[in-house]
């Protein structure tokens, strides 16, 4: 099983789109589960200096897979998360 590590970043307490963006990864998580893809979600504070410092994140919601920003201050699809994190797995 391939392991992928999705970040979501956003403030504490999460932002309606924070929580829709987590809610799709979820949902993407468990649809390829049985592809071998085994996804790690953690969500993590836009206003923590370290995050700040290793994302260089400014708006949020936003999407890191494996260490890297793909998402910024948008919503994304379903399908867009998918094959973000499809294409990290290879």
Same mark, same amino acid.
């Given at each position: 099983?391939?392991?992928?590590?999705?970040?979501?970043? @956003?403030?504490?307490?999460?932002?309606?789109?924070?929580?829709?963006?987590?809610?799709?990864?979820?949902?993407?998580?468990?649809?390829? %589960?049985?592809? @071998?893809?085994?996804? %790690?979600?953690?969500?993590?504070?836009?206003?923590? @200096? %370290?995050?700040?410092?290793?994302?260089?994140?400014?708006?949020?919601?936003?999407?890191?897979?494996?260490?890297?920003?793909?998402?910024?201050?948008?919503?994304?699809?379903?399908?867009?998360?998918?094959?973000?994190?499809?294409? #990290? #797995?290879?």
């Amino acid at each position: 099983m391939r392991e992928v590590k999705v970040e979501i970043i @956003g403030p504490e307490p999460p932002c309606v789109r924070c929580q829709t963006v987590k809610k799709i990864v979820e949902t993407v998580a468990v649809k390829l %589960k049985p592809l @071998g893809i085994d996804v %790690k979600v953690e969500k993590l504070n836009i206003t923590s @200096g %370290k995050v700040a410092r290793k994302y260089g994140v400014l708006s949020s919601p936003a999407l890191v897979i494996n260490d890297a920003v793909k998402i910024q201050g948008r919503v994304p699809s379903e399908e867009e998360v998918e094959s973000l994190i499809k294409e #990290a #797995a290879k």
